[in-house]
């Protein structure tokens, strides 16, 4: 047997036939393979196909392809499947992937699930439902490891091997108060099974506060501390210091990867999706995009305003008209930019929300340098234009290069620094900074760009073609 | 101890007065510490303070932290410890983190710190230094744990506990054929503890292809393999079969990371930077910005052409000049969002490059649609504005208003096209979807919108206003 190495996009040919088999030869054959290919084939079948194929499976293995996040429609293939066996593989599921499954189901399949759940499931199940989502409660599982502090090294591994096969990780062991069960240190497997078996096992491991979060905690700051502390699993406590869940590396894997979808689509100026592209609804597609087109839309209108008031500067020199688009998309442009740099280095933490003033001042100059370099350009191409003789902009051309280097270099400025600053005014309003949208910053500096624009050609152009 | 729940951006009180102390009391008091907080001060110190700290420091615990990719300057750090030191420690250290400070030293510090290294952190290095960056070969370390298929698995863990030490993980062990060192299966520590004493290591576990990359394996699909398969580490595999090293979830989270800045730069049409926002120097930020600003800037002077080639056009209605900045940024708005989607769709691969056309096929429509509610809010407003009296459109309003409705449908379908076909294009001229940038598509769009602009008002007002 070799190794085959990963190369995305190839659906091995030994899969391609399997959707033409009967169910319990299908299910023989998905039993066989890596949980991961299984359910790439499960999600791609026809959903009554995908069920019989689950119903003819082993429990252990069924149990194994429901728990993945990756298995698309599991609500519908549970509320198809016989109730009894619904029930089962509900029950031998990992706690914070059936709290997934029933936040997403809908009555009455909800209640008729629930009812048939057990006892122990269903109260789990309680707590869980009732966290946020985007916080850690909401990524946490219940099956974890903990032994009072008052056992030794080889009692511990005793009741690893015991209980191994209900928890989600074995690799960090919480060790509580025998009394209180305060949470007192966290002992991985590493140390556990390097360490004296007659040691007690509080003496295990460096002797330092327990890494720790509370169910309210944001997921990308739970993201943020895995990275920091280079954690496997962390323990979520409760007010009183229990331990009341963890929440382990794959699920931080997972929730970064929806967090990176969530932030590229707030930036591109959409609503949160959670499907993939092709399952979206035309009419939940429409409703995703038009709300924010509209509301930038309408905001944009003010443009509209904005140029009727300089209604008859436009119609005295409609030449000006010609650099509007030019001038405008790179106030848009800087703005957008200084967006995206913002927006991470605040998600990083590179920068607090406090030093919004040395940011200001950064941009200031950067902005200036920008807009310089950008008139520049602009100065030589209607220099160029005008002395070949490819367009005449009148007698004042020189002027007007003046002008929109002029205006450039204010908008490009404005740009850099609003652009900057709304990340700021955000977190500061308690929204997530990456809720600002290149577009939001676009639009927010046309408009203002058109009234700089407007009052540099009155200062430049009164007198001559104004 | 109780344990201290997370709360970020709050330096606890007791951390505040260490850059006051002496060198030996500092290094005692970070010694005593969690490693990411120790890294967090000296992050904070001057260079010459966290200099001496380290010196002082014992000598496992300089390597735990010097060993960690957040704490900053390690490259100039190194260069100016003892250099005795710096070579005892580099030599300690783990291959893929010496590998990432050499890949960013320069000489002559890169050749002085070289000549130093041992005769075995020479040659991993010199294996490790030639990956390209973003790649398998450039996150995986070679301290892992192998074993030879004959072994039990009471030798493995005795194996393990020798070696732990020395090791980036012992969460997976790669068993190999004992005479052609081929990578023959994956055995979870987890999976080995549970396991017989005598029963031979090959025995234990799920008899399954081990998952597997080549060095060459994109840092992106290694991640998606990570949330694939759930993995805490994947061996990185040679033509061979031969493992040659592993990367662990740890360096992914990082990875994903840096990805997660890179593309949100890349959106936001910046070049790639890696350091901080603080530590980017005022050049260097100009370069970083001012390359695509101006590449922008060239693109967008196509609008002034367009504008020219309309100029007789706009002198005769300048009214139409009004509407320009609200009908172009919508068309740049629509494409941002749907280069987002697309590019996350593509990322995720819920979409693969032959389905360009299912996607053309919705984006049709629904650009249709978000144009016209769009086209029917302008109408709107422009009747509104007649109306009441706040502007006077002249006589033809209701062709104006016609042209701009007709013109929203156009340019936000074509926005909605090109925006969701940039990222196919992009992949399959073998770039990255995500080098697709906002103000790139909105650029795109500002030019044909200004033609699609002209065209149907030419169509509907020649005769009366044009």
Redesign the interface.
Known sequence: ??????S??VTPPEFRDIADLPAAAMAHRLAG????DAIEILNDLDIDVAIAAIAHLPHEQAVRLLD?P?LRRTGEILEYLPLHLAGSFLDAMSADRVTDIFQELEDPTRTRLFAILGTETKAALKKLLHYPPDTAGSLMTTEFISVPAIWTVSRT?KH??EV?RTRET??AIYVVDPETK????VVT??RL??SEPDAPIISVGRD???????PL?DRE??????????L?AV?V?GDD?HVIGIVT??D???A??Q???E???K????EA?TK???EIG?VE??RK??G???V???S??L??SA??YF?VE??KA?VL??????V???G???G??A???????L???????R?WW??AL?EL??GV??GA??GI??VI?IATWQMLGF?DYGPHWMLIAATIAAALVGI?TFGSLSGSMLPFILQRLGFDPASA???FV??LV?VTG?VIYFSVALIFLSGTLL
């Not at 393979?33 to 991961?36: E, K, L, S, V």
């Not at 305060?182 to 240190?185: I, K, P, Y």
């Not at 330092?208 to 509370?214: G, H, L, Q, T, Y």
């Not at 998600?347 to 929300?353: E, G, M, P, Y």
């Open positions: 047997m070799t190794p085959n190495s990963f995305p996009d393979m890596r949980p991961a993945q990756e591994l690893i091997r191994e074995v690799y305060v949470l007192q240190r497997l590493r099974i390097t330092e506060k327990p890494v720790a979060i509370s905690t700051d739970v993201a943020r501390l895995f990275r920091k502390h280079d496997l323990p406590v210091n590396v794959d931080v894997l997972d970064m990867t967090e990176m979808t932030d590229a689509y930036f591109g100026g959409l999706i993939p592209y092709m035309f597609m429409l995009r038009g924010w087109l509209c930038l839309f309408l944009e209108m443009t509209a140029m009727q209604e436009l119609e409609v008209a010609l650099f509007i688009p030019l405008m998309s790179s848009g442009n800087s957008s930019q967006t995206s740099l913002l927006i991470r280095a998600a990083l933490q590179d920068i607090k929300l030093d040395k940011v950064r100059p950067t340098a920008l370099l950008l350009i602009c191409r367009y490009v949208s290149a577009p676009a639009t046309d058109l």
